[in-house]
């Protein structure tokens, strides 16, 4: 088995699964860019629009039974006591389905693009209204957009709900519109992190005058009240946009209404600094936690070669040199090494809810990192003592579930003829089946890619 499937199948996708190994080997390129398709989730889950019907139809339950309370008893009424759980139910369901998904998946690469770009615009699940919209942004606004332009990617994003909810900009009017001369204010929150985080990256030279600039652009970016205004999701509020020109780093936008910040967001998206900015996470993402110049600026020039075309720059990304270095650099996140084990295993996932458990109990839950930056994607932020105990533990779980498997055999599965001669020895020479499949998921050559 040569290394390159071997890479293929590890480093740009989720590990291999039975067979895999066999399918890259004969192309490992090939093999990667046939995986360029587009995802899909499970449909009977429910999407924004229905959850937020659901969530205003949970607020009205709740404001009828504080009335009662007063009138009657101590005690809510049964109906409302029934709905209350449904956002962490749908949290839970949606989370799930992810993750079973790239389990079962036969275009991982695919879903490790999606993981990435959902870190990169990491909402934060707290509270009933984010619990349950955080899982719908990545469905709903990036999945669509995996092989296409970032900047379509990017407006969705500031577009949904979960975005606007999560960093305050559907309370955010511009100070010169109906609702600012009555004393609503603007909130720079999501310009600030669309600036820093999501386009130029933090000291690419922008100002606090283009923080504000560019929350005006977007001022009036709302969520629908169903009670009030009679539909659901995004809601542009004329009457919270701050009229008049805007100017982003030293460009004009003459737009008006919600034009104007689409026009912003477009503009951002095609600045070399963006290209530079995410072209070097996704550089680290996959390749090392350091990754060379060379290989980041290659990707930046497709950036902007292309119009932001995200499948253009992974097609960069699998032809470049640094990408199939023989060195595994990077070091598995707790969410890589549960799927990779899940695959490599082929464990069944009879109770998908369990996997948010298990997530949770290995320090990632979904949609729970602690800032907009997101989790960390370095080695530094999973690789402790106290976490590798932690994995062990899950590791020894695990295996009482497989306790049939010949390890010998599934080494050839998992790395070819590529193991180190360390971890075959070490694992060969365990005392019980058992320990060796212990060894092999915390051996170096499974927990790196």
């Known amino acids: 088995?040569?290394?390159?499937?071997?890479?293929?199948?590890?480093?740009?996708?989720?590990?291999?699964?039975?067979?895999?190994?066999?399918?890259?080997?004969?192309?490992?390129?090939?093999?990667?860019?046939?995986?360029?398709?587009?995802?899909?989730?499970?449909?009977?889950?429910?999407?924004?629009?229905?959850l937020l019907r659901q969530l205003a139809q949970y607020h009205q339950e709740k404001k009828q039974a504080k009335k009662l309370r007063?009138?009657?008893?101590?005690?809510?009424?049964?109906?409302?006591?029934?709905?209350?759980?449904?956002?962490?139910?749908?949290?839970?369901?949606?989370?799930?389905?992810?993750?079973?998904?790239?389990?079962?998946?036969?275009?991982?690469?695919?879903?490790?693009?999606?993981?990435?770009?959902?870190?990169?615009?990491?909402v934060s699940a707290q509270g009933p209204m984010m619990t349950t919209l955080a899982p719908?942004?990545?469905?709903?606004?990036?999945?669509?957009?995996?092989?296409?332009?970032?900047?379509?990617?990017?407006?969705?994003?500031?577009?949904?709900?979960?975005m606007l909810k999560y960093l305050n900009n559907e309370q955010s009017f511009g100070p010169n519109s109906k609702a600012g001369k009555k004393?609503?204010?603007?909130?720079?929150?999501?310009?600030?992190?669309?600036?820093?985080?999501?386009?130029?990256?933090?000291?690419?030279?922008?100002?606090?005058?283009?923080?504000?600039?560019?929350?005006?652009?977007?001022s009036g970016w709302s969520i629908a009240k169903p009670s009030i205004d009679d539909k659901n999701g995004f809601y542009y509020r004329k009457r919270g946009h701050e009229p008049g020109l805007r100017r982003l780093l030293n460009k004009i936008y003459t737009e008006k209404g919600e034009a104007q910040g689409i026009a912003m967001l477009r503009s951002l998206a095609m600045e070399p600094k963006t290209a530079e900015h995410v072209c070097y996470k996704l550089a680290r993402h996959f390749i090392a936690d350091e990754p060379s110049r060379v290989l980041v600026k290659r990707l930046s020039e497709r950036w902007l070669a292309t119009q932001g075309n995200l499948q253009q720059v992974v097609l960069s990304l699998i032809d470049s040199p640094e990408s199939w270095a023989p060195i595994s650099q990077k070091f598995k996140s707790p969410r890589e090494h549960l799927i990779s084990t899940y695959r490599g295993l082929s464990l069944s996932v009879n109770k998908p809810r369990k996997l948010i458990s298990m997530l949770t109990t290995l320090g990632q839950q979904p949609f729970k990192a602690n800032s907009p930056k997101g989790y960390g994607d370095n080695e530094l932020s999973w690789n402790g003592a106290n976490a590798l105990l932690v994995r062990i533990d899950w590791s020894v779980n695990v295996v009482h579930r497989k306790r049939n498997i010949e390890v010998k055999l599934l080494i050839p599965q998992l790395?070819?003829?590529?193991?180190?001669?360390?971890?075959?020895?070490?694992?060969s020479r365990a005392e019980s089946r058992e320990n060796a499949l212990v060894l092999l998921l915390m051996s170096r050559d499974f927990l790196r890619r």
Not at 8 to 22: I, P, S
Not at 142 to 160: E, N, Q, R, T
Not at 190 to 201: D, K, S
């Open 136 to 162: 719908t942004l990545e469905r709903e606004a990036i999945a669509p957009y995996l092989l296409g332009s970032f900047s379509d990617m990017l407006v969705a994003v500031v577009h949904h709900p979960a």
């Open 415 to 427: 790395f070819g003829q590529q193991i180190s001669e360390r971890s075959y020895l070490e694992i």
């Open 183 to 218: 004393g609503k204010g603007l909130n720079e929150n999501l310009a600030r992190e669309i600036l820093e985080l999501h386009t130029l990256g933090v000291n690419s030279g922008y100002t606090q005058e283009d923080v504000i600039e560019l929350a005006k652009g977007i």
């Open 1 to 50: 088995m040569s290394l390159s499937a071997v890479i293929a199948v590890n480093r740009f996708g989720y590990g291999a699964k039975a067979g895999e190994l066999e399918q890259a080997k004969q192309d490992p390129k090939s093999f990667l860019i046939n995986q360029l398709q587009p995802i899909s989730f499970n449909q009977d889950l429910p999407n924004s629009h229905q």
């Open 70 to 122: 007063k009138k009657t008893s101590n005690q809510a009424p049964l109906s409302f006591k029934k709905i209350m759980p449904f956002f962490r139910a749908s949290y839970t369901e949606l989370c799930a389905d992810s993750i079973h998904q790239t389990i079962s998946s036969s275009n991982s690469m695919m879903w490790r693009l999606l993981d990435f770009f959902s870190n990169h615009f990491s």
